[in-house]
Nanobody, 122 residues
Framework: QVALVESGGGLAQAGGSLRLSCVLSGGTFTNYGMAWFRQAPGKGREFVVGINWSGTSEASNSVRGRFTISRDNAKNTVYLQMNSLKPEDTAVYFC????????????????WGQGTQVTVSS
């Protein structure tokens, strides 16, 4: 079965940067669209950025221009480059995978990472 392992979370200051990584195993990486979601305390899970199998990406309004998703198909890895971080970005970030041609709704994703904490101080 597909497994996702995340790394790169931690503490950053406002205006700083973090880079998250997510490695997929147990499946053919190019068969999947990938995305990052996040969940802050007391809030629902929120779509952040997504990328399809060929590299086309989209981002939520709250992070557009600050966060960039990319993928390296040779390494079965998806990345989230987070720049100009704000305290409002503090959340648990989840990597997720879904088959080609599905949407970026959370219900379309069948595989999820364990989550990694990102904390941004002001």
């Amino acid at each position: 079965q597909v497994a996702l392992v995340e790394s790169g979370g931690g503490l950053a200051q406002a205006g700083g940067s973090l880079r998250l990584s997510c490695v997929l195993s147990g499946g053919t990486f190019t068969n999947y669209g990938m995305a990052w979601f996040r969940q802050a305390p007391g809030k629902g899970r929120e779509f952040v950025v997504g990328i399809n199998w060929s590299g086309t990406s989209e981002a939520s309004n709250s992070v557009r221009g600050r966060f960039t998703i990319s993928r390296d198909n040779a390494k079965n890895t998806v990345y989230l480059q987070m720049n100009s971080l704000k305290p409002e970005d503090t959340a648990v970030y989840f990597c997720a995978a879904r088959p080609r041609f599905y949407s970026y709704l959370s219900t379309d994703f069948g595989s999820w990472g364990q989550g990694t904490q990102v904390t941004v101080s002001s």
